[in-house]
T-cell receptor, first 116, second 118 residues
Framework: AQSVAQPEDQVNVAEGNPLTVKCTYS??????LFWYVQYPNRGLQFLLK??????LVKGSYGFEAEFNKSQTSFHLKKPSALVSDSALYFC??????????????FGKGTKLSVKP | NAGVMQNPRHLVRRRGQEARLRCSPV?????VYWYRQLPEEGLKFMVY????????ESGMPKERFSAEFPKEGPSILRIQQVVRGDSAAYFC????????????????FGPGTRLTVT
């Protein structure tokens, strides 16, 4: 069965420090991987995705994520956190080999809090 | 406790017909979000509704698409005169409130409705 795990409910970081939000996944085939961000009173916004190619994916707002097939992980990273990065972050996976019938599976989300 | 329910799970429509997708949020949740997943892509936000109000519809196509979340009953996403390009999975999510800057307000996702236009 497909699943996504975000092991941390909350991540606290000081402004200017690097941040990591963890995500591990389980799919039967090769994955499509996504990160989304939810700001207060808004819907989810797309940050970045891994489809194929380089394992390091760069996305919006200075975020990047590294696909690690052996560890089945897709951790979200940013070299220098901003207070405005404080939000909820959702990791999602889709089984590429499921074809167009595959649906996205979401992690439960991680709250990122960046303090000045 | 029932999570977000969506029905039907699969819907087939011919071009020009209407599609009505239903979303029953988690009991007690008054905020609903609709997303569309296009083939080979991720989710795209469509609309955010509170009971009887549309809060943010910036992701909704200007024509043929509408959404409502009445005081009683499920939220409905309605697509009139469907075209092949409307074929996608449509996800609904709910939350208990919109949330402030320091609140943790999770969105709970439904299983999705897969719309196929023939």
């Amino acid at each position: 069965a497909q699943s996504v795990a975000q092991p941390e409910d909350q991540v606290n970081v000081a402004e200017g420090n690097p941040l990591t939000v963890k995500c591990t996944y389980s799919v039967s085939g090769n994955p499509y991987l996504f990160w989304y961000v939810q700001y207060p009173n808004r819907g989810l916004q797309f940050l970045l995705k891994y489809i194929t190619g380089d394992n390091l994916v760069k996305g919006s707002y200075g975020f990047e994520a590294e696909f690690n097939k052996s560890q089945t992980s897709f951790h979200l990273k940013k070299p220098s956190a901003l207070v405005s990065d404080s939000a909820l972050y959702f990791c999602a996976v889709r089984d590429r080999d499921g074809g167009s019938q595959g649906n996205l599976i979401f992690g439960k989300g991680t709250k990122l809090s960046v303090k000045p | 406790n029932a999570g977000v329910m969506q029905n039907p799970r699969h819907l087939v429509r011919r071009r020009g017909q209407e599609a009505r997708l239903r979303c029953s949020p988690v009991k007690g949740h008054s905020h609903v979000y609709w997303y569309r997943q296009l083939p080979e892509e991720g989710l795209k936000f469509m609309v955010y509704l509170q009971k009887e109000n549309i809060i943010d519809e910036s992701g909704m196509p200007k024509e043929r698409f509408s959404a409502e979340f009445p005081k009683e009953g499920p939220s409905i996403l309605r697509i009139q005169q469907v075209v092949r390009g409307d074929s996608a999975a449509y996800f609904c999510a709910s939350s208990p409130r919109g949330g402030g800057a320091s609140d943790r307000v999770w969105q709970y996702f439904g299983p999705g409705t897969r719309l196929t236009v023939t």
